[in-house]
């Protein structure tokens, strides 16, 4: 997996690198074909914006955040990313298991 993160406005830490790669852990265990992810923070005025682009095989998930602290907004933001690739990994299983029904009737 490519892990790429970049600050607009804003120096990226390394602790809030190492609190989003704890949090991406969570993503990885869901989708084992997660191919890059591109996070971008950014600071304007009093509002803290966390986006993410994610790569899968087959899909590309993107999710944005906006919070008045940067670490309240990567929480929420993993939580939007985490219900999002949840959906994406029902819709290929349901689609494998109507193959397989399909296969069995013939």
């Known amino acids: 997996m490519n892990l790429k993160i970049t600050g607009l406005h804003l120096e990226v830490t390394p602790s ?6 704890s949090k991406l852990e969570r993503i990885t265990r869901h989708v084992d074909n ?3 992810v591109n996070v971008t923070l950014s600071v ?3 509002v803290q914006k966390a986006e993410v682009n994610v790569h899968l095989a ?3 998930i993107h999710v944005e ?3 008045a602290d940067m670490y309240a907004a ?10 999002q690739v949840l959906k ?11 193959a397989q029904q ?4 013939l």
């Open 16 to 21: 809030i690198r190492e609190y989003i790669e």
């Open 34 to 36: 997660v191919i890059g």
């Open 44 to 46: 304007d005025k009093l």
């Open 58 to 60: 087959g899909k590309d």
């Open 65 to 67: 955040s906006e919070e």
């Open 74 to 83: 990567i929480d929420t933001l993993m939580d939007k990313l985490d219900r």
């Open 88 to 98: 994406f990994k029902e819709k290929q299983g349901e689609h494998r298991a109507n």
């Open 102 to 105: 399909v296969d069995a009737t």
